[in-house]
């Protein structure tokens, strides 16, 4: 108890929360309606200077504090279960979880220089450094929106990791040698902020937003007219001569695979465009999330690759995962994933199909069996679950690392968020209304 004690001191803990705050300043701005490069860049940048100083308990605080300030709307799902009262359990586990996490770098940091007799400065300012480098392939429980250079993606320095070890390089020196002279090297991490002129090759793509709650997304005698409005919106798309239509993930939040009737009324629509939708799929034996690809006289379904943790799938062991999906989710059978990326063609254009958070994920990014990366990406998303939130926020603001660090022009469709094109990490064009 005396050791738990200890780390409630009231400076460390405003400490920590000063540091979480100036790490996490990206965020809020960005879901404010402002984003300036300068300040964003001096608020990262503090934030990381902050920390390298600070003392094992700090580091602790920093991380619990962080894990709130990023992912506090995790909790908001389960008003959806109705189970408000784990909100503050599930927000508590989360920063709990990095609070740990920033304690183990630094407590290791101390402790290998302690045990190799290095009692200088430099050696745990440099494992420090490598801890926080380590930190974006640190996935708790396959949950993997952490990315601490994510801070830096609207500012004047990169995310590239050999950007970010420059900027982490020039704190070391800065701390060890006690000369901001070595604050200089991090012009060799600059990005510029402003971009040559980005047009979208396929303008006749229409981006569908639609603005259904989860409670009546799962309303089966709300069905009937929402389907009449999906079907209106595509017939907006083809009198406007689009030659295809992207609309949010599950937006049919049935067994798509199951309804002819609706099958039928899409591959009609389809005679004059492309249609991308999302909906779910089931093989007689286990649920998947599933895209739907309707092309004139060719249906196409990719099931999604990486599911969301607790939400679709369970990643506790087994004894575990039956007693959670019963206490929590009614006994429910957790989705299926499939087990490769897949990719497809529509108008001679190849795209990465993916659904909402794995579109977050590095996996979705690597190259497929033929060697290749994807150059177009379509994403389709529900984030009614955690609406009003940060969560589409700073779920944009991954899908622009990723576009910047891949050269992807993602396309998403969402439900309860905004639509949006994303190219070279620059987001283009914003739908907000249905």
Same mark, same amino acid.
């Given at each position: 108890?005396?050791?738990?004690?200890?780390?409630?001191?009231?400076?460390?803990?405003?400490?920590?929360?000063?540091?979480?705050?100036?790490?996490?300043?990206?965020?809020?701005?960005?879901?404010?309606?402002? $984003?300036?490069?300068?300040?964003? *860049?001096? %608020?990262?940048?503090?934030? !990381?200077? #902050? /920390?390298?100083? =600070?003392? +094992?308990?700090?580091?602790?605080?920093?991380?619990?504090?962080?894990?709130?300030?990023?992912?506090?709307?995790?909790?908001?799902?389960?008003?959806?279960?109705?189970?408000?009262?784990?909100?503050?359990?599930?927000?508590?586990?989360?920063?709990?979880?990095?609070?740990?996490?920033?304690?183990?770098?630094?407590?290791?940091?101390?402790?290998?220089?302690?045990?190799? $007799?290095?009692?200088?400065?430099? *050696?745990? %300012?440099?494992?420090?450094? !490598?801890? #926080? /480098?380590?930190? =974006?392939? +640190?996935?708790?429980?396959?949950?993997?929106?952490?990315?601490?250079?994510?801070?830096?993606?609207?500012?004047?320095?990169?995310?590239?990791?050999?950007?970010?070890?420059?900027?982490?390089?020039?704190?070391?020196?800065?701390?060890?040698?006690?000369?901001?002279?070595?604050?200089?090297?991090?012009?060799?991490?600059?990005?510029?902020?402003?971009?040559?002129?980005?047009?979208?090759?396929?303008?006749?793509?229409? %981006?569908?937003?639609?603005?259904?709650?989860?409670?009546?997304?799962?309303?089966?005698?709300?069905?009937?007219?929402?389907?009449?409005?999906?079907?209106?919106?595509?017939?907006?798309?083809?009198?406007?001569?689009?030659?295809?239509?992207?609309?949010?993930?599950?937006?049919?939040?049935?067994?798509?695979?199951?309804?002819?009737?609706?099958?039928?009324?899409?591959?009609?629509?389809?005679?004059?465009?492309?249609?991308?939708?999302?909906?779910?799929?089931?093989?007689?034996?286990?649920?998947?999330?599933?895209?739907?690809?309707?092309?004139?006289?060719?249906?196409?379904?990719?099931?999604?690759?990486?599911?969301?943790?607790?939400?679709?799938?369970?990643?506790?062991?087994?004894?575990?995962?039956?007693?959670?999906?019963?206490?929590?989710?009614?006994g429910a059978v957790d989705y299926k994933a499939s087990s490769n990326v897949i990719d497809y063609t529509i108008d001679k254009i190849?795209?990465?199909?993916?659904?909402?958070?794995?579109?977050?994920?590095?996996?979705?990014?690597?190259?497929?069996?033929?060697?290749?990366?994807?150059?177009?990406?379509?994403?389709?998303?529900?984030?009614?679950?955690?609406?009003?939130?940060?969560?589409?926020?700073?779920?944009?603001?991954?899908?622009?690392?990723?576009?910047?660090?891949?050269?992807?022009?993602?396309?998403?469709?969402?439900?309860?968020?905004?639509?949006?094109?994303?190219?070279?990490?620059?987001?283009?064009?914003?739908?907000?209304?249905?």
């Amino acid at each position: 108890m005396n050791k738990i004690r200890q780390y409630f001191n009231t400076l460390e803990i405003t400490r920590g929360l000063g540091i979480a705050l100036l790490g996490s300043g990206f965020i809020y701005l960005n879901y404010w309606g402002f $984003s300036f490069a300068l300040l964003n *860049t001096i %608020l990262a940048f503090s934030s !990381l200077f #902050l /920390l390298f100083q =600070s003392n +094992i308990k700090t580091w602790f605080w920093s991380g619990f504090f962080t894990g709130f300030l990023w992912f506090w709307w995790i909790g908001i799902s389960f008003l959806h279960y109705e189970m408000p009262w784990a909100i503050p359990l599930v927000i508590l586990f989360v920063s709990i979880s990095y609070g740990t996490i920033f304690l183990f770098i630094a407590w290791n940091s101390h402790k290998i220089s302690t045990v190799l $007799s290095l009692p200088d400065t430099l *050696t745990p %300012l440099i494992l420090k450094a !490598l801890g #926080l /480098l380590t930190l =974006s392939y +640190i996935h708790p429980f396959n949950f993997d929106w952490y990315k601490p250079e994510l801070a830096f993606i609207e500012s004047y320095l990169g995310i590239e990791k050999w950007q970010y070890s420059i900027i982490l390089l020039s704190l070391i020196l800065t701390l060890y040698k006690r000369n901001i002279i070595f604050l200089l090297l991090v012009i060799l991490a600059y990005q510029p902020t402003t971009q040559p002129t980005i047009t979208i090759e396929n303008k006749n793509i229409a %981006l569908s937003t639609t603005h259904i709650t989860v409670k009546d997304k799962w309303d089966t005698s709300l069905h009937a007219t929402q389907y009449q409005k999906i079907f209106h919106t595509i017939d907006h798309a083809i009198a406007q001569h689009k030659s295809l239509i992207i609309l949010p993930e599950s937006i049919f939040p049935i067994y798509l695979n199951r309804s002819a009737k609706l099958i039928d009324t899409l591959q009609k629509k389809a005679q004059n465009i492309s249609i991308v939708t999302g909906g779910l799929y089931w093989d007689g034996t286990t649920p998947r999330n599933s895209t739907y690809i309707f092309e004139k006289e060719k249906i196409l379904v990719a099931n999604k690759v990486l599911l969301v943790p607790f939400g679709e799938s369970n990643p506790l062991p087994d004894f575990l995962s039956t007693w959670v999906n019963k206490i929590f989710y009614d006994g429910a059978v957790d989705y299926k994933a499939s087990s490769n990326v897949i990719d497809y063609t529509i108008d001679k254009i190849s795209y990465r199909n993916a659904i909402c958070f794995e579109a977050t994920s590095e996996k979705l990014y690597e190259k497929n069996k033929q060697g290749n990366r994807p150059d177009n990406m379509i994403v389709l998303s529900n984030n009614g679950w955690f609406t009003p939130s940060t969560e589409p926020t700073l779920q944009k603001l991954l899908l622009q690392y990723y576009s910047k660090k891949y050269g992807t022009t993602i396309y998403h469709s969402a439900n309860m968020s905004a639509s949006y094109i994303v190219k070279k990490g620059i987001t283009l064009k914003t739908i907000s209304n249905p």
